[in-house]
């Protein structure tokens, strides 16, 4: 088995410092994760492409078409071309520990991976609260039903069979939500299909929460579309 970890990235005078925050996400990632694993930088219209000194596959997206959401589906392609088992979806403010491992084993051992999508805890106070815990919970799965809370977009992902299940001529998400309320909207629709959305209650990330998408969404350069 093994897992994608499809990074987005963006830095500008909007956001600062996305390139620091990725570089610490990536440490995090090499300090943790011990399944197999590829990571993919996908680097979203940055006034300057991250340096890469790790030399991990990167896609520069120089005029981010379709927004947030175009990023995601040009890194799942990536990965899925990659024939990874699993598609993991974070933002460049995602922190990881040791329970990371259980993440894919977790999903695999799950009898609704074919059409199910995994969210983590966090310890981030700005998270949904379905979401925000201090320390990992006992049990495994927590499945979420709530239109207002889903799984926040910060961290998700899903199987290879999933993406084939619910993908729309290759694409994941709907181009038509370039940034805000994307997750909400995928799922919603997930949901109206036979989908489902869980949390892993033993898996917790830190996310820093740098934000600042909803204001690229505000900058007209920034959404140029095909």
Known sequence: MRVGIIVVTHQSSIRPTGHAA?????????????????????????????????????????????????????????????????????????????????YPLAIMDHQYRDYGVYGTLTDSKTAFPTQISEIPLSGTYKEVTWHKFPIHGWLFGFTRTFFQ????????????????DSETHFQKQLWKRGGRSFILLDCLTHHEHLGAWRKLKNNGEHLKSK
């Not at 090499?30 to 996908?42: G, P, R, W």
């Not at 979203?44 to 995601?72: E, F, H, M, T």
């Not at 299940?165 to 805000?180: E, I, K, P, Q």
């Open 22 to 102: 990725l570089d610490r996400c990536i440490e995090s990632i090499n300090k943790y994760v011990e399944f197999d694993h590829d990571i993919i930088i996908v680097d979203n219209g940055s006034d300057v492409i991250y340096n890469n000194p790790q030399k991990y596959d990167l896609l520069y997206r120089p005029n981010q078409v379709n927004g947030l959401i175009g990023a995601w589906n040009d890194g799942l392609f990536i990965s899925y071309e990659m024939n990874h088992d699993i598609h993991l979806l974070i933002s460049d403010d995602v922190y990881f520990n040791e329970t990371i491992n259980k």
């Open 165 to 180: 299940n619910y993908n729309a001529d290759g694409l994941m998400f709907d181009n038509t939500y370039l940034f805000g």
